[in-house]
Nanobody
């Protein structure tokens, strides 16, 4: 069924930028939501951002609001996360996943029965 593959991570200096990509296969990005999550060593996985693929409405965690921008290209079945003004605390493995829309908002958790992929490593270091 639906499979998502993250890419675009790397090593960047503080203040730098990266663009992550989440490529979907199995069905097109229509009428559901894609969330970006991250997990740093020794910390719990946390929700970063999500986008409803049909209407494009977005959510951002306060920690990244104003610095990160989520977008989608439905024709390419891809969701992007542009990360600007990166900080060392942004260092983590970043994952994307299909998420449930509940009360018109993204439920920032993995859907039952789904599995996390391998993610893409983002390292912000001077």
């Amino acid at each position: 069924q639906l499979q998502l593959v993250e890419s675009g991570g790397g090593l960047v200096h503080p203040g730098g930028s990266l663009r992550l990509s989440c490529a979907a296969s199995g069905f097109t990005l229509d009428d559901y939501a894609i969330g970006w999550f991250r997990q740093a060593p020794g910390k719990e996985r946390e929700g970063v951002s999500c986008i409803k693929t049909k209407d494009g409405s977005t959510y951002y965690d306060d920690s990244v609001k104003g610095r990160f921008t989520i977008s989608r290209d439905n024709a390419k079945n891809t969701v992007y996360l542009r990360m600007n003004s990166l900080k060392p605390e942004d260092t983590a493995v970043y994952y994307c996943a299909s998420v449930t829309i509940s009360h018109n908002m993204c439920l920032m958790a993995l859907n039952p029965g789904d599995h996390w992929g391998q993610g893409t490593q983002v390292t912000v270091s001077s």
